[in-house]
Each structure stands twice: as C-alpha cells, then as structure tokens.
C-alpha cells in the first residue's frame, strides 16, 4: 500500500530586506555649545526687556525665566543672582558706550570733549539701545543693590580705561567729573524732559557742552 501523497511544497521563505541605515542629521547636535550659547542669549535679551519694563525692584529670576520661554532654575544656572543678570544686563545694554576709551584713544586729544557727548547722545538717541539704557538709570537711582552693581561695571569697565588714556592729574576724578555732566544731561533731557534741554539738537548739545567735558578732561588745572 502506498503512503500518504505529498503535500505541495512550502515556498522559500525569503530573507527580510536589509534595513536602511537612516541619514545621519547635518549640523550640531542637541545640546552642543550653540544651543547652549542661543539659550543663554535669549535669557539675556528677555532680561534686559524686563528691566526695561519693570524696573530692577519688580524684575524676577521667574519673570525672565518666563518671558525667556525657560524654567527659573536654568536662568540661574547660566547667570546665577538676580544682581548677577542684572550686571549682565548692564553691559549688553552699554556695549556701545564701552567702545569710548578706544574712539578717544584714535582721535588724540583734539576735540575730545564733542566726540564724548556725540558718541553718548549717538547712544541715547538709537531707539534699540535707549529704551534699557535708560532702564538701568533708573534701576540704579531707586535701588541701592542696582546702583552698587551699576557702579562696579562703570567703574570697571568705562571710567577706569578713559582715565587710563589721559595724561593729566587725578585722571579718575576728572572722568567722574565729566560722567557726572554726560549723565545729568541725559537724565534731564530723557527722563525729565526739561524744556528747551529735551528739544536741543545732539549737534547744538555736543558743540555746548563739549567744551566743558574738554576743560575736565584735558586742562591742566581744574
């Protein structure tokens, strides 16, 4: 008796495609020194809006973090205290006042007095840098811990590299002089807004006032 007949035959089972390795991504990575760099910008920018807005008393580490997009706890890593931010703040908002000791430095001592009150009017007068310029007067005149960190970055950072180009005695006294003037006239004329100060022109202001700047920095006696 014969057996059973085969049954028809199982196809081959063929082999799974070989998967496809996926592109690999162009750029930087999550996470690499850039993002890092973008975030820490975007904290900063949100900071100096806020301090421009509200003032040093009314500004938050969680008000930045918030107007940032980030949680509080990353703005004090990358900047730490309230104070810390608010210096950070300060000199973003000076960078271009910063510049001063080195346009002094190029032009000699020939009319110094006017290039300093059209370099700082030329600061004041750019809505992009007025508006938290401004803010940081005002923080630092109705806050003691605003006006200790003003103070410091000042110090450090404008008036001691001006006095460091002049050649005459007490050098610091006369910058301070002379900042004491340049700040007068912006508070008067930005803040206040004393008539016929706020009207004046920056050329009308640079050719008055400059004398006096030039007689701090320059005259051999004060």
Do not use: C
Not at 41 to 61: K, M, N, Q
Not at 72 to 88: C, D, P, R, S, W
Request: hydrophobic share 45%; charged share 25%; aromatic share 6%.
């Amino acid at each position: 008796m014969s057996g059973q007949p085969a049954g028809p035959s199982k196809p081959a089972t063929s082999a799974a495609p070989a998967k496809t390795a996926a592109p690999r991504r162009r750029g930087r990575p999550a996470g690499t020194r850039a993002t890092s760099t973008d975030t820490r910008d975007r904290i900063l920018i949100a900071a100096r809006e806020e301090f421009a807005e509200r003032g040093y008393d009314r500004t938050s580490v969680r008000s930045i973090g918030r107007a940032a997009g980030v949680d509080a706890a990353l703005v004090h890593h990358y900047f730490g205290t309230k104070e810390q931010i608010f210096a950070a703040a300060i000199e973003l908002s000076f960078a271009p006042a910063i510049s001063l000791p080195d346009r002094l430095a190029e032009g000699g001592a020939d009319s110094i007095g006017e290039r300093v009150v059209r370099l700082m009017l030329g600061v004041w007068e750019n809505p992009l840098t007025r508006g938290s310029f401004l803010a940081v007067l005002r923080s630092a005149m109705s806050n003691e811990t605003a006006a200790e960190v003003f103070r410091d970055m000042i110090s450090r950072r404008l008036l001691s590299r001006v006095a460091g180009e002049l050649d005459v005695p007490d050098a610091e006294f006369r910058v301070q002089l002379a900042a004491s003037q340049i700040v007068g006239m912006a508070v008067l004329r930005y803040v206040v807004k004393v008539e016929p100060l706020a009207s004046a022109t920056s050329d009308e202001l640079a050719l008055i006032v400059g004398p006096t700047i030039e007689r701090y920095l320059t005259a051999e006696k004060l």
